[in-house]
């Protein structure tokens, strides 16, 4: 498709369990966002992709939260031992590159909950 | 600190009452400011990009405007299928020399038939 894509669209789990999140971005865009956003409040960056560089991992909330992004292309988050806290909606973004005013083309999202 | 604030969180209107919402921000160097859109259970939607005071982007019923220290979102004869949660987000220098976005919390507007 054109647009971002994401999956699984829900995901509910246990606490303590391991998930992985995935993320498609559009073709040809060399930058990918992952932000957290938990409910009635605003988007928390959490890490950022650009091309080939080293990810800016400055907004992960604990060790607990890794990412990777294979080339250009697909994006994985995975968050271990989960936790209740860690239930909201994880969005990935894409945008052509980074820094360069370019707008974030979000996708749907993961609603993760955790019980 | 580096911040941006919406206002107001919440904002009810009938069909066709113009109004508009605010997006102020305190960023060390402004880059770019950015309007979206987001519905229910779906990803925030691009709608504007805008870069430096005095400059205006209009799409439909929306118009965006900018200044040194806020954003405005003005929205003319809005129909229901306007509501939604209209995020701002600005584009920053940071001391590192790299950029980062920060989002604003948004404006849930609601527009009454």
């Known amino acids: 498709g054109a647009g971002v894509s994401q999956s699984p669209s829900n995901k509910v789990t246990e606490k303590g369990k391991d998930v992985e999140l995935r993320c498609d971005p559009i073709?040809?865009?060399?930058?990918l966002y992952w932000y957290r956003q938990r409910l009635g409040q605003g988007l928390e960056f959490l890490i950022y992709?650009?091309?080939?560089?080293?990810?800016?991992k400055s907004g992960l909330p604990s060790d607990r939260f890794s990412a990777e992004r294979t080339g250009e292309s697909v994006s994985t988050l995975t968050i271990q031992r989960t936790q209740q806290e860690d239930s909201a909606v994880y969005l990935c973004?894409?945008?052509?590159?980074?820094?360069?005013?370019?707008?974030?083309?979000f996708g749907d999202g993961t609603r993760l909950s955790i019980l | 600190e580096d911040q941006v604030t919406q206002s107001p969180e919440a904002l009810r209107l009938q069909e066709g009452e113009s109004s508009s919402l605010n997006c102020s921000y305190t960023?060390?160097?402004?880059?770019?400011l950015f309007w979206y859109r987001q519905d229910p259970g779906k990803g925030p939607e691009f709608l504007f990009t805008?870069?430096?005071a005095g400059e205006e982007k209009e799409k439909e019923r929306l118009k965006a405007t900018l200044t040194k220290k806020e954003s405005f979102l003005h929205i003319t004869a809005p129909k229901p299928e306007d509501s939604a949660t209209y995020l701002c987000?600005?584009?920053?220098?940071?001391?590192?020399?790299?950029?980062?976005?920060?989002f604003g919390t948004g404006t849930r507007l609601k527009v009454l038939a």
């Open positions: 973004a894409s945008s052509l590159t980074f820094g360069t005013r370019q707008p974030q083309h």
């Open positions: 073709s040809g865009h060399t930058a």
């Open positions: 992709f650009q091309g080939n560089s080293a990810p800016d």
């Open positions: 960023v060390s160097g402004l880059r770019g």
């Open positions: 805008l870069y430096s």
């Open positions: 987000a600005v584009q920053a220098y940071t001391t590192s020399g790299t950029y980062k976005y920060i």
